[in-house]
Structure formats: structure tokens, C-alpha cells
């Protein structure tokens, strides 16, 4: 619907988005379709998406998108990059999508994802998910690595995380990642192939753990409930 090439400095606010399609399916199904919401360059100066209501693609909610294949230093020295903040994405496959090991530093605050396959997505380094809300999901957030340079080490922090099929979903992280102060409450949490994955101080009820990890991972300093009852 709105592709931003690499340019930057640009601002979208205050605005409704609907991808025609708003059928639940999307929760445990696959991607129906190529559409996508909105697609911006992550190195490209102060872009900010803010205060909008996405809804209804069979793809992309919001595609964050680089040229950049390995190391990103030379952009992030230089660039302010995408900021998301107080956006509500529904029954989208992917309400936030951050292309693999590619687009780095991109800050989401405030939003939420409610009735996607996946919420929020991140195959990048040094996310910042802040105050986010992810529920009534297939997998709340997905964060994924492998074998490209520059993923993980970022951070989920201040959520709430309910009632969504997988809470969260950690795979192939060498450099880990951070969750900190969230609210978790049914689900399967999965920790796969990861090396450094840290769940703290957080409260919640959680069906099931699976875990198979290459190295050390933390799950400490929490309160885990035996039941998710009025949440």
C-alpha cells in the first residue's frame, strides 16, 4: 500500500489502514496473499510511524526493510532509524515485521498486536520493544537468528503478553536477548538453539517451556502463577 524506497524523513500518523482481509485465519494459517501495509528502509533518517491502525494484510503489517547485509555501522553512525509508536495492528499474518539480520535499531513503543499469526517479528540486532501489548496471537513475538552476522541482543521490556499460542518465541540466537518486567500469561514459551537468552522479573502463568539451547540461557527472578485465570 505505501512503500518508502529509501528515503527518509518520512512521518506517517493518525491513520486507518485496512488490507481487505480481515479473517481470523491468519492467527494459525499461512500468509494468503503479497500484501503489505506499510514497507520503509530501516537506515533512512527519522521515519516515524505513529498513531496508526493497520489491519486486515495477508502478508506485512509494517515491512522494515535494508540493502545492508552484514555489519551495519556505517548507517548506524550516521542515522536516526524507524521509530514505531502507538500503532495497533489486527489480524495481519505479521503485525511487525523486521527483515532478517538486516535492519538494525529499529525502536517500537507503546503498540499492540492482537489476532496475527505473529505480532511482532525481529530477524535483526538491537531491537528495542518498549510497553508493547501482544495478545490473541499464533506467537506474541518472534525473535530469530541463524547464521548472519548482526541479530539478537535486544530487549523486550514493560509488556503485556497474554493468552497468545507461544508468549515467546527465541530461535538460533548466538548474542542473546533481553526480557525484562512483562506480564506473561498462557502459552508456550519456546528457547530454541539460543546461547544468552535472559526472561527476568517478570510475573505470569505458562502452559509449557521448550527449551534446546547451544549455550547458557537465564530464566530467573520471575513469578510464575499455576493458573492464568482472570487475565
Known amino acids: ?28 494459517g499461512t500468509g494468503s496473499d503479497t500484501r503489505t501495509g506499510i514497507k520503509l528502509f530501516s ?8 498513531n496508526l491502525y493497520i489491519h486486515g494484510f495477508g502478508q506485512l503489517g509494517v515491512h522494515i526493510t535494508s540493502t545492508n547485509t552484514s555489519t551495519s555501522t556505517v548507517f548506524v553512525l550516521t542515522s536516526n532509524n524507524v521509530s514505531i509508536s502507538h500503532c495497533d495492528f489486527r489480524r495481519n499474518f505479521y503485525g511487525i515485521y523486521i527483515e532478517p539480520a538486516s535492519a538494525e535499531y529499529i525502536k517500537v513503543s507503546d503498540c499492540r ?12 540486532a538491537s531491537t528495542l520493544f518498549t510497553g508493547c501489548e501482544s495478545f490473541l496471537n499464533d506467537i506474541g513475538f518472534s525473535v530469530e537468528g541463524g547464521a548472519a ?17 507461544k508468549p515467546l518465541s527465541f530461535t538460533r540466537l548466538n548474542t542473546g536477548f533481553l526480557v525484562s518486567g512483562c506480564q506473561i500469561w ?14 527476568e522479573d517478570c510475573e505470569g502463568s505458562i502452559t509449557r517451556w ?5 549455550g547458557e ?7 510464575w502463577f499455576t493458573t492464568y485465570g482472570n487475565t
Open 149 to 165: 552476522a548482526n541479530t539478537g541482543h535486544g530487549v523486550i521490556t514493560g509488556g503485556i503478553i497474554n493468552h497468545n499460542n
Open 186 to 199: 498462557q502459552g508456550t514459551n519456546v528457547i530454541d538453539g539460543c546461547t544468552g537468552v535472559v526472561i
Open 43 to 50: 537506515y533512512a533518517s527519522n521515519s516515524k510511524l505513529q
Open 217 to 223: 540461557c537465564w530464566v530467573r527472578n520471575n513469578v
Open 210 to 214: 521448550n527449551s534446546t539451547t547451544n
Open 113 to 124: 498486536a492482537w489476532e496475527c499469526s505473529i505480532g511482532f517479528y525481529s530477524g535483526s
Open 1 to 28: 500500500m505505501f512503500d518508502g524506497g529509501q528515503n527518509g524523513g518520512i512521518t506517517l500518523r493518525n491513520l486507518e489502514l485496512y488490507g481487505t482481509n480481515d479473517s481470523n485465519s491468519f492467527i494459525t
